[in-house]
């Protein structure tokens, strides 16, 4: 079998030819696997681009078209500026990053402007997007990157800010472009400075009894981690097998980061209650106060699991 000679791609509206390889380079991701690559340049101006690639094994030629469509670089970005974390409920963590940026139009339109932010390895930490009128001539758009998405991350700064890009339309015409600019952060930003699942809460799978005089004690057992100081407060409630509320509590507590034991103790007055054979946890609530932290665990969650581990006897009494 005859060896093809090398193929080429040309773009018709240009005329500009360039060679195919498969060598690794100029595009081509693997040398020798048998996917032959180039890198074409298109017309700035946009539109429609004709593009045949040509193949010649010295007894036929082939032909095959393609077509791409380039936005036009009526738009684009020019500029990053100083990243600045904000917390706008003052409890000492950052709700978002924001990126000033420099957008440059030659007419008036509208624009979506797009932005990563990667860790000083390249590792992706977040996205953001956001959609404005474009002016024409420079005007400066905020990029917000939330923070409970930075927080997940787990990634510490200093963080960079890179990918930008832009597509929208400009008189009736769609543009787009992208930037190779980036900024960097402040090296130390960590991941545990913004706001994010700032509460974990596990409960024991088996509670327990404690008998009074009158009254029965069913106790739960809940460790909750937290990574903020404050005060927080907790609500929960016990039912019955049949769904129905016995006993419901609610209390305060001041912590510090770390691990705290809460022990979820409902009392039951025998006096008002006749026999029940079983009773788990139906909702547990933990909130931070004066913050955005928020934790509810329902039936949902596993707590439905949660069952006392013999029978409550819970005799009723006429009086």
């Keep these: 079998m005859r060896r093809a000679t090398p193929i080429t791609a040309t773009v018709m509206e240009t005329g500009v030819s360039v060679g195919l390889v498969d060598d690794g380079t100029r595009g081509d991701e693997t040398a020798g696997d048998g996917l032959y690559s180039a890198t074409i340049t298109l017309p700035d101006q946009g539109g429609y681009n004709d593009i045949r690639v040509w193949l010649e094994t010295g007894e036929s030629t082939r032909v095959r078209m393609s077509g791409v469509y380039r936005y036009a670089s009526a738009a684009r970005v020019t500029a990053v500026g100083t990243m600045i974390p904000e917390s706008p409920d003052g409890d000492g963590r950052w709700q978002s990053l924001r990126v000033p940026v420099t957008v440059e139009a030659n007419n008036a339109g509208e624009g979506q402007v797009r932005a990563n932010l990667r860790d000083s390895t390249g590792q992706l930490v977040a996205t953001t997007s956001t959609r404005t009128p474009l002016v024409a001539g420079s005007q400066e758009l905020m990029l917000r990157f939330d923070g409970a998405t930075i927080h997940d991350a787990q990634r510490d700064g200093p963080f960079i800010v890179t990918d930008l890009s832009i597509q929208g339309t400009i008189a009736g015409e769609p543009v787009g472009s992208s930037s190779d600019i980036s900024a960097s952060s402040d090296s130390t930003l960590t991941w545990r400075q913004f706001t994010g699942e700032v509460m974990r809460l596990s409960v024991e799978p088996v509670g327990g009894i404690e008998r009074g005089q009158n009254v029965t004690t069913v106790v739960f057992r809940a460790a909750l981690t937290t990574e903020l100081q404050g005060t927080y407060g907790w609500t929960a409630v016990l ?34 209650s006749a026999i029940l054979t079983s009773l788990r946890l139906h909702q547990v609530i933990v909130w931070r106060e004066g913050g955005t932290s928020r934790l509810v665990l329902t039936e949902e969650d596993g707590l439905a699991t949660v069952a006392v581990s013999s029978a409550v006897y819970l005799p009723l009494v006429v009086k």
């Design 239 to 272: 039912v019955d097998e049949a769904g129905l509320a016995v006993a419901s509590i609610s209390d305060q507590f001041t912590a510090n980061p770390g691990e705290i034991l809460l022990p979820l103790r409902f009392p039951v007055d025998e006096t008002q």
